[in-house]
C-alpha cells in the first residue's frame, strides 16, 4: 500500500468545505480594501530565498536540482517570490500596488500539531507608499481578515522594529550579538536574554530595565526608556499609525510589544502579529510589517509591507472556537423505483442540473430502502422518487428528508419544490 | 536580479480574475453534479506514480530525496494521488464515492505554447459503479463544466478500449506490440501504424481495414469489422451508454473513435476526449474514461472512471473564442482633498467596508488629478472626493467615473448611491 508522504495531508470532503469557506470569505475581504489576486510558481530558484534569508535557511527546504542541474526549492514562503515577480514585471504599474495572493508553501519541519511540511499561507503585500494611513490600513486588514472568518478571540501586538534598534544602540549591541538576542526575544525568554545582555558587558540594571521596556504595553514607560531626537521621530510617527487604527479603522483592542523581532534582517518599522490564545505554543495566526528587500531583488527602491496569515491555523483556531461552518447539502437526490424508471430519473436529474439546482442520482441500481440511506448520508434536503405509477400521471413523489414528509408533484413543477 | 523559474509563470490580477472565474464555475457545476471536492499533497513518494506507469516515468517527473532519502516528485497528474487516498482512508465510505479536484502538477517537458512545467487540472473521480448510467453521466458532467464555462466550440470523442483490444487481438498482435502501436494511433499517425501492422506480419489489406475502423465514426462499420459473441455484449453496453448520453443527458453531438487509446495499461472499456479544435495541435482541453487502479495501489478492486481538464488550456480556449470574462471592478475610490480630510476619508472608507462595499483610498497623498487617473486605472465605479467645506454640510462629492457626472450626497447617504 503507498502512503501519504510524511508531514503531508490529505483533505476530505468535510474538510475541503472549512477551507473553501475560508478562502472565499478572505477573498473577499482582500477584495473590499481594494487588493487584488495574484499568483507565482509553486518553486523557485534556491537563490531568492538564501539571498533573503542565507544560506541557513537551505537546511529547513525541499530543495533540488532539476534535470538541467538548476538549484529550485519548493517555496518556504510567498513574499520573496511575489516581490521577485515585482521586480520582473509589475514595477510600471501604478502606485501603491495592492497584491494578495493563497498558496501553499513548504518547510522541511518535524510534523507536529499545527506545523506541516505542505501549508497554506493567505498573504498580501502594498508596494510603493509609507504613510501612515497606508500601515494602518495593513494592520486593520489583516485584523479584519481573521474577524470577518468568523474568529471572536484575538490578541492584536503591535511593534516597531526602529524604536527597539535604538534600544539595542543605547546598550551599545552590535549586529552579530542582536541576531542571537532576538532568537530569544522572539521566543519570549527574557530570563536567558538578561543573561546574554550580561554576557555582552551590559549591567544587571540596565539588562533589567531592557526587558522590562520590551514586556510593557504602555508607550509612555518605553519613551521613559528611550527618548533621544532620531526615536522621537520615530515615536511620532508609530503612534499617528495607532491612533489612525483605533479612530478611523476601529480597531480598538491592540497591545504596544516592543518584544515583536520577526526578522530583523529586513523589516523596518512597524512590526505586527495576531494570536488565537486558544491555540497554545502555535498561537501565532498572522504576522508583518514594513520590509526592505525590493532593492536586494534588484528593483528601484520602493516603501513595501505586508503580512502573511496561516491558513492551517487558521482554521484550527475555528475550530477551537467551535465556529459553525456552512454546512454542504445537495439539493435533491433522485431514486428510479426500478430499472423502467431510470431514463426518466435521468432526464429529470439533467433538467434539475441545467437549472443550477445540485441534483444527484443513483447510480448503482439499489433497493428504495439503500438509496434512502444513502441519500441521507450525502445530506440531500430532499429525495425524488420516481415510480411507474406516478410517471402514467406525469408526476413523483418528493420526500423531505427531514421531516420524512412526501407529496405528490408534477415534474413540471419539481424546480419550484426545491428553490 | 531573480527571475522566473523557466516553464513557469506567475498570474498578474487580470490573469487571476479568468482563473478565479473559470475556477469557481467549474466547481459549480461538479456540486451540481452531486461531486465533492478534496485535496491531496503536491508531492507524493516516487513509487506511487513509477508503479503506475513504469519506470519510463522518472524522465518527466520533477523527483527528488528529502533530507531523509525518501524519493519524493512533484505530482504529474492527480489521479494516482486520489486512488492512494482512497484505498489509504476512503474505502469505507458509502459507494458511488464522486470526487472533485482542483490541483496543480508538474512535468519537466519542453516548454512551448499551452504547454507548461507546472500546470493546472481539473479533475474528478467516480468510484464504485460501473453502470452504464455511471459512465453517461461522467462524460456528461465533462462536457456540461467546459460548456458552462462559457467554451461553445467543442469536440467530443469516445472510444472503447475493451473493443479495440478485441480488434487487436483479431489481427494476433501481442501486448508489446500493442505498445508501440498505441503510440503511433494516439498521434493520429495512420500511415505509420499500417506500416508497422505489416512489419509484424499483418497483410497489407487487413492492416488497412484495421486502420479505417480506427477512423470511421459509424459504429456499424466497426461492427462489420468485428463481431464476436464477447465483443457483442461489449458493443451492447457502449451502444447503452451513448444511447443515454444522447437522450437523458442531451449531449448530442459526440463522434464515435476507436482511435483513443490512452493508458491502454489500466484504462478499460469507455474512454473519451473533448477538445477545442481552435486550439491546433494542443487542442485537447480533456480526456478520460474507465480504468482499474484500485487493487494495483493495495484495495479492494471496484470500478473506477474519471476525467482530467486541463485547466491553462481551458483558459486559452476561451480567450482564442474572445469570451468576455467578468471584469472585475472596484465599487468606489475615496479621495481625501487635502491632509486635513484623511481621517474623515479613512472614516468613510471603513463604514463602507464594513457594509461588505469594496472601497479603496489614496494612501499617498497625492493631488486631486492624480488620484483621478489612478481612480480609473483600478476601475473604480465612483470615486467619492472629500473636501472640508462639503464636510462642514456633512456631505461629500460622488463622482461617476464613466459619465463624469458629479453630486454632492451627504456622508449617511453614501451607500444607498454605491449599492
Redesign the interface.
Known amino acids: ?6 508531514g ?6 468535510e474538510e ?2 472549512k ?2 469557506y475560508l478562502e472565499d470569505s478572505m ?2 475581504t482582500f ?4 487588493y ?10 534556491l ?2 530565498f538564501t ?1 533573503k534569508s542565507g544560506e541557513g535557511i537551505i537546511e529547513e527546504l ?1 530543495s ?4 538541467s542541474g ?1 538549484d ?1 526549492t ?1 517555496r518556504p514562503e510567498l513574499t520573496a517570490p511575489v516581490i ?2 515585482y ?4 514595477q510600471m504599474e ?3 500596488l ?2 494578495f495572493y493563497f498558496g ?1 508553501c ?1 518547510r ?1 519541519d518535524r510534523p507536529q500539531k499545527g506545523r506541516y511540511r ?1 501549508f497554506r499561507q493567505a498573504g498580501c503585500e ?1 508596494i ?2 509609507d ?1 501612515p ?2 500601515y ?2 495593513l494592520i ?1 486588514l489583516a485584523y ?1 481578515l481573521l474577524k470577518n472568518s468568523g474568529l471572536k478571540d484575538l490578541k492584536l501586538n503591535i511593534g516597531n522594529l526602529n524604536i527597539l534598534s535604538a534600544m539595542f544602540k543605547k546598550l551599545k549591541i552590535t549586529k552579530e550579538q542582536q541576531k542571537q538576542l532576538t532568537t530569544l526575544i522572539d521566543k519570549s525568554q527574557y530570563n536567558e536574554t538578561s543573561q546574554l545582555l550580561q554576557d555582552f558587558d551590559v549591567k544587571q540594571e540596565e539588562a533589567e530595565k531592557f526587558i522590562q521596556t520590551l514586556q510593557t504595553t504602555e508607550i509612555k514607560k518605553i519613551k521613559e526608556y528611550i527618548n533621544d531626537e532620531q526615536t522621537k521621530k520615530e515615536f511620532d510617527f508609530f503612534e499617528k499609525i495607532l491612533q ?1 487604527l483605533k ?4 480597531i480598538k483592542n491592540y497591545q504596544i510589544k516592543m518584544g515583536i523581532v520577526r526578522g530583523l534582517d529586513y523589516y523596518k518599522g512597524i512590526v505586527f502579529e495576531i494570536d488565537a490564545p486558544s491555540l497554545g505554543a502555535e498561537k501565532q495566526l498572522a504576522g508583518g510589517g514594513a520590509y526592505e528587500l525590493v532593492s536586494l ?3 528601484k527602491e520602493t516603501p513595501t509591507a505586508g503580512f502573511a496569515i496561516g491558513f492551517d491555523r487558521t482554521i484550527i483556531a475555528l475550530e477551537t472556537e467551535k465556529y459553525k461552518f456552512p454546512t ?1 447539502s ?1 439539493k435533491t ?1 433522485i431514486i428510479p423505483v426500478n430499472e423502467n424508471t ?2 426518466k430519473s ?2 429529470i436529474t ?1 433538467k434539475l ?1 441545467n437549472q ?6 443513483d ?3 439499489r433497493g428504495m430502502s439503500k438509496s434512502l ?2 441519500a441521507s ?2 445530506n440531500a434536503e430532499k429525495t425524488i422518487i420516481v415510480g411507474p405509477k406516478e410517471l402514467e400521471q406525469n408526476s413523483v413523489t418528493l420526500r423531505d428528508m427531514k421531516t420524512g414528509k412526501q407529496e405528490t408533484v408534477k415534474i413540471e413543477d419539481i424546480h419550484k419544490f426545491l428553490e
Open positions: 500500500m503507498f502512503q501519504l508522504p510524511r503531508t495531508r490529505d483533505f476530505t470532503p475541503m468545505q477551507r473553501i477573498r473577499n477584495q473590499t480594501f481594494g487584488r489576486e495574484i499568483q507565482t510558481p509553486m518553486f523557485e530558484n537563490e531568492l539571498a525541499y533540488f536540482k532539476d534535470k538548476r529550485l519548493l521577485r515577480f521586480v520582473e514585471q509589475l501604478p502606485k501603491p495592492k497584491l501553499n513548504f522541511y505542505e502594498i510603493g507608499t504613510t494611513e497606508a494602518a490600513e486593520a479584519t489612525l479612530e478611523t479603522f476601529n531583488f534588484g528593483g454542504e445537495i437526490y431510470i431514463e435521468l432526464e439533467t442540473r443550477g439546482i445540485s441534483a444527484d442520482i447510480l448503482l441500481r440511506k444513502y448520508t450525502i
